[in-house]
Each structure stands twice: as C-alpha cells, then as structure tokens.
C-alpha cells in the first residue's frame, strides 16, 4: 500500500526530486543485486552474508554529505532527502556483532554511521518515510510494527546469532520494546540520545548516563532549525511585504510614489523584521526571555522591536505617517512575532501537546485581534 | 536544563504506581528525567518536564502509565484544526506534500 503510493508519486513532477537518489526504495531489492550498492555514494563496498549483498557504508561524511544536510536544513529537497530502507555494514561485521536501528531520513543516518568509525556493526534502516529518528516515533512509522516487519525482510535472523537490538532512545515513543521481542524473538537495548554517545555507551557495557539519556535543547541545537522557520515564515511574509509596501502610497488625493518610498519603508522593515525577530530571534534568545509560553517570549520579542521603533518614531517623526501607523504597529509587530515564537513549539525538544493547546488558547484570539486591528488602523492611518 | 520549562501543571501523565513492578524501562527511555525508582517502584519526580512524547507509556510492559500523546506542536495543531483531523506535524511525509 505505501510502496504504491511512493510510486505513484515518483510519477508526478515534483521540485523536490533534484537530491533523491535515484533507487528504487525497496528492502527486497537492496539486498540483492549487487550493482545497486555502486549507487549508494555513501557505499565503500559490498559484504555477502549468505544469500544477501549488503552494501558496506562509509564512517567519514563527505563534502556532498555536509552540503546535503545544509540544503536540508534550509528546506531544499528536505522531503525526499531519504535513503533505501535495510541492512547495512560498517566494518566487517560479523554474526555476532551489535545491530544498530536507524531511521532513512540521511541526516540520521549520516550522524549514526560518522559515530562509528571504532566498530564492526550492522546498521537496519526503517523506513521512515525520510523523518528523522523522533519525529517518526511520534508517528509511529519508526514503530514496533516496522521493526518486526524490517527485521523479516532484510534477512536479519539468518545474518546474526543473537537476537539484540540496538535503539535510539528516541525512537521509544514509537516502540513497544517488550511487543517486538514477543513478536520478533528480537530483544531492544535502548541506546543513547545522540549517536555521539554510542561510543561510550557500548564500552560501558550498554549503560547510559543519565546525562546521555536527556534531550537537550542549547544554543546550537536551536541555531540550526531556524533556517528552516525562517523559510517557511519569509515565504508568507514577502509577499505580505510587498502588499504593505505597494499600499503605502494611498492617502488624500492621488496615489503617491513619495508616500510609498517613506511609509513603505518604514511598513517593509518593521514586518520584515518582525518574521525575522520572531524566527531566528525568539528560538536564539529562548531560555533567556522571561516567560514559560512560546508565544508570550515571543510577544516580549515583540515588544523590543517596538520599543526600538518607538525611539526611532520619536527621533525620525517622518517615518511614519502619524501616531495612526505607530497605533497600527503596535497590534502587528508583537502579534508577528508572538506567532512565529510559538510555531517554534514544534522544533522545540520540551513542549507538551497539553501545553501547547493550553498556550494557543489563549495566544490565538491576541494574535488574530491584535493584527486585525493594527491592519485597519494601518490603513485607516493612511488616510488620516 | 537552563531557562527551558515549559508550561507547568498541564501533563495528562498518570502513573499507577499498583501496576508497576519496578523494571525501570519508563526511567530509560524518558528524555527528560521524569521518572527515577523509589523503592523499587516507580515515581514521578519531574512531572513538569513531561513532553507527553509517549516512550513510557509505549514501553510500560504492566500498561501502569497513561498519557495523552500527541505532537506538541502549534502549526501541527492549526493544520491539524484546518483539515479536522489529530494534530499533526507535517514537517514529513512523501505522500501528502510536494514542496
């Protein structure tokens, strides 16, 4: 049924083709014939375990692998930045040797195999739909259901002699670890959060530190996820942009070239840089602002942009066409940023859906009001 | 962690602590410490840390945990709202986005 439906969609054009690989994503076919390892770029060679090829994957990323979860991250070919679903080697992995589980989405299985350039192992790739490790818990296609059904078709039971499976401790949302071992034979470890840690997990006799089984959620962690808020905001807002910018020449009389050239301006940056402050702002700034909601840090955001406005405003009266427009952005600007602010919940690493529901409860009637009325005042202030 | 506490007193966590039987799997898989054994049973030490990500619950062999799961995630729950369906991240999925 999935299998179909990816098919159908291979048909349809699509932008985001540009980066997939160009395989047909079929555990049955990976692991047999043999020129289809020759295409993975990330395969230094191929190992036989009994009847089944399985491609031996590189430890050291590449350039083009860097370059690969940059464009990613800033939303290009992001939903199909996937690999083939099944069993693979770093090393020379033996019968014996540990089974890793990840995800296909390649930025987790790039962060996995670079971790583990010390061992022999054998990796087992879900398909999950390209989502990383977390995300696919949540959805339960990295799930108990896919682990038995991976472990079937990629041969596992007759290429290794133990029955253990090594986890990402964030695919438990996912995974009923006692279900796949009455169902499955399999018995699941739950290794560390971060593959960084895989290392020291496994000379410690597969136990984690407390430290390694915590999410965190730091400056860099943060960093990192805002080009894509930021895409995914200036693709609403430019146009918006625009729209402010042409209308800024009404008023009295005819339309004005010089009225759009000063109030414009003045619209353009104000809304620009409310997406901005709200998308990259709020997420850096994050445990710094003081307030437990996303919405309100990003209100408080909000509020620091307009207190700059305003000193602008009373040193630069001309910027605005009167106190109408200030009046206006007032409602707009922390709106903007509140919203944005609180659209970062779903990158965050600690909000509940209890808690989010609670917060746009009250967020959302603001936000809606508090631009309704700044865009009537906007354009009332226009003809004032 | 630093200054990232979310909303207090709003988890749907439960823990029936006559189910449990002290395997400690809740404490192993829950990414913000919520739980620690007390007596060889488990407890609920950090409840507001709770994320209602689900691992315990999903991986709870006696069933002992209930929580509400889902994506805590605004533009999920508007989408969601949108289409009338549970909310849900469409930060994913070859089949219903293209771009």
Redesign the interface.
């Known amino acids: 049924m ?1 299998r179909q ?2 098919q159908k ?1 291979r048909q ?1 054009p ?3 083709d540009s980066s997939f690989i160009p395989i047909e994503i079929s555990p049955s076919h990976l692991n047999q014939p043999a020129p289809l390892a020759e295409k993975l770029p990330f395969a230094v060679g191929t190992l036989r375990a009994g009847d089944r090829i399985i491609p031996q994957v590189s430890t050291t990323l590449t350039t083009t692998d860097k370059l690969g979860s940059w464009k990613a991250r800033w939303k290009i070919g992001r ?2 930045y996937r690999i083939p679903p099944g069993l693979y080697a770093v090393g020379n992995p033996s019968s014996e040797s540990p089974v890793l589980v990840s995800a296909n989405y390649k930025m987790s299985f790039d962060r996995l195999r670079s971790e583990l350039g010390f061992l022999d192992a054998w990796i087992l790739v879900l398909d999950t ?3 990383n490790v977390w ?1 696919a ?3 339960g296609t990295f799930g108990t259901d896919e682990i038995v059904r991976m472990i079937d078709v990629s041969g596992l039971k007759e290429i290794v002699t133990h029955r253990k499976l090594i986890l990402p ?2 695919g ?7 279900d796949v071992a009455k169902r499955s034979g399999f018995k699941v470890r ?1 290794g560390p ?1 971060r593959a960084s840690d895989i290392r020291n997990f496994l000379e410690n006799g597969m136990k ?1 530190t ?1 430290e390694m ?5 730091g400056f860099v962690d943060r960093i990192v996820l805002t080009p894509t808020e930021l895409i995914g905001a200036f693709k609403y807002a430019l146009p918006a942009a625009v729209i402010l910018f042409a209308l800024s020449g009404l008023g009295p009389g005819f339309y004005s070239f010089n009225r759009m050239m000063t109030y414009g301006l003045t619209s353009v940056i104000l809304l620009l840089g409310s997406v901005f402050s709200g998308a990259l702002l709020a997420p850096a700034f ?4 003081p307030a ?3 919405s309100g840090k990003g209100a408080l955001i909000g509020a620091a942009i307009l207190l700059l406005a305003g000193w602008h405003y009373f040193n630069t009266p001309g910027d605005f066409r009167n106190w109408i427009d200030v009046a206006a952005w007032i409602g707009i600007v922390p709106a903007t940023t509140s919203f944005l602010a ?2 970062f ?16 409860r009250i967020a959302i009637p603001l936000q809606i009001g508090a631009t309704g009325i700044g865009l009537v005042l906007w354009i009332v202030a226009r003809f004032v | 962690m630093f200054g990232l506490k979310y909303l207090p007193d709003v988890t749907t966590l439960q823990l029936d602590k006559d189910k449990c039987t002290g395997c400690t799997v809740c404490t192993i898989v829950c990414p913000h410490s919520v739980f620690t054994i007390e007596d060889k049973i488990a407890d609920i030490v950090n409840r507001d840390a709770c994320m209602e990500c689900g691992a315990c619950a999903e991986n709870c062999p006696e069933e002992a945990i209930t929580v509400r799961t889902g994506v805590g995630c605004a533009y999920g729950i508007i989408m969601g709202a949108i289409k009338g369906t549970e909310p849900t991240c469409d930060c994913s999925s070859s089949s219903s986005s293209c771009c």
């Open positions: 999935s439906k990816q969609n349809e699509c932008c985001c939903m199909n739909k390209g989502i995300c818990a949540g959805k401790q964030l438990a949302p996912g995974v009923s670890a006692h739950y959060v984690a407390p089984r915590r999410v965190r959620f994050l445990p710094w602002l437990k909601s996303f609180m659209n919940t779903g990158s965050s690493t600690y909000t509940s859906l209890s808690g989010v529901l609670k917060e746009m």
